[in-house]
Nanobody, 125 residues
Framework: VQLVESGGGLVQAGGSLRLSCTASGVTFGRYGTGWFRQSPGKERAFVAA????????IYADSVKGRFTISRDSAKNTSYLQMNNVQPPDAAVYYC???????????????????WGQGTQVTVSS
C-alpha cells in the first residue's frame, strides 16, 4: 500500500493550494480519508475528514470555511483544497486512510490504517 501526497509548496498568505493524495494497493472506495498536519514542536493535528462513502465531511474549526476535502474514487485520490491560506496553516500535511471509516472515526490521529509521507506547506506573509 502506498499513499503519495503532492501539491504542497510555498504560498502567499491569502492564496490557495490543492493537495492531492493518491493511493495504490487498496480498494480506495472502501476507505475513509483524512488530512492531518504537523508543525515543528507540535503534535499531529486533525484538519479534515471524509467518510468512505463520501457523504460526510468534517473540519477542524481552524480551517472551516476555508478548506474543502473531496475524493475521486475512480482516481483513488483524496483532495484538500486550501483557500485563504494563513501563516498558522504552515505545516507538513499528511493524508490517511482507514477502511470503512466514517468521517468522525477518521478524526482520530492514531487510528488510521495507512499514512502518506507528508507534503510541506509554507506560507509567506
Amino acid at each position: 500500500v502506498q499513499l503519495v501526497e503532492s501539491g504542497g509548496g510555498l504560498v502567499q498568505a491569502g492564496g490557495s493550494l490543492r493537495l492531492s493524495c493518491t493511493a495504490s494497493g487498496v480498494t480506495f472506495g472502501r476507505y475513509g480519508t483524512g488530512w492531518f498536519r504537523q508543525s515543528p514542536g507540535k503534535e499531529r493535528a486533525f484538519v479534515a475528514a471524509m467518510g468512505w462513502d463520501g457523504r460526510t465531511a468534517i473540519y477542524a474549526d481552524s480551517v472551516k470555511g476555508r478548506f474543502t476535502i473531496s475524493r475521486d474514487s475512480a482516481k483513488n485520490t483524496s483532495y484538500l483544497q486550501m483557500n485563504n491560506v494563513q501563516p498558522p496553516d504552515a505545516a507538513v500535511y499528511y493524508c490517511a486512510l482507514k477502511q470503512w471509516a466514517n468521517a468522525h472515526l477518521m478524526m482520530r490521529v492514531p487510528g488510521a490504517d495507512y499514512w502518506g509521507q507528508g507534503t510541506q506547506v509554507t506560507v509567506s506573509s
